[in-house]
């Protein structure tokens, strides 16, 4: 094989440096949101346990690692009256937080992500909760 054929791993766009780093600067601003903040004070008991668990799920994501261990969709069901706005309002600090990171490409694509996992959420949490009425889509952030 010649130098020109070993093939070269290319470095990730982003780091778990800096997924951390969204995890946290997202969680500072959700929780001082005046709608997001007291559900996840009421839900999350063990703030440092969620760092990791959305650090790996994030992680997972946007580097391929396989650490996450969870079930989102019966967690977020199990969470009363979530709505569009919730959902929206979610994006909103994420999209926020992630042009904060100095990152386009990380936060391109964890942008695009957030909306696609939003929006199965959001459809699953209806499903379940409000089969009866009209699907809500959730408007663009
Ligand atoms: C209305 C918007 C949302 C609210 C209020 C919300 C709230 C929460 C809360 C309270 C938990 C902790 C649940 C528990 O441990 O029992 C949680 C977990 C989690 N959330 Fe959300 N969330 C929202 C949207 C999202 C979105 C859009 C994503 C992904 C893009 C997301 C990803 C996750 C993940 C991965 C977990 C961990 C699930 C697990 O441990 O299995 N959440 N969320």
Do not use: C
């Amino acid at each position: 094989m010649t130098q020109s054929q070993i093939p070269v791993s290319h470095p990730s766009p982003y780091t778990e440096e800096e997924i951390s780093h969204l995890v946290h600067a997202f969680y500072t601003k959700a929780r001082k949101d005046p709608s997001l903040g007291p559900i996840f004070e009421a839900h999350v008991t063990d703030w440092d346990a969620h760092f990791v668990q959305m650090i790996n799920f994030w992680s997972g994501n946007l580097l391929g690692t396989n650490r996450f261990r969870g079930a989102p969709m019966p967690k977020h069901l199990a969470i009363p009256e979530l709505s569009p706005q919730l959902f929206e309002r979610w994006l909103q600090i994420f999209k926020q937080t992630t042009q904060e990171l100095d990152n386009p490409a990380l936060a391109q694509q964890a942008t695009a992500m957030a909306n696609r996992i939003a929006e199965r959420l959001w459809m699953g949490y209806q499903m379940t909760h409000s089969p009866d009425k009209p699907m809500v889509a959730l408007r663009e952030v």
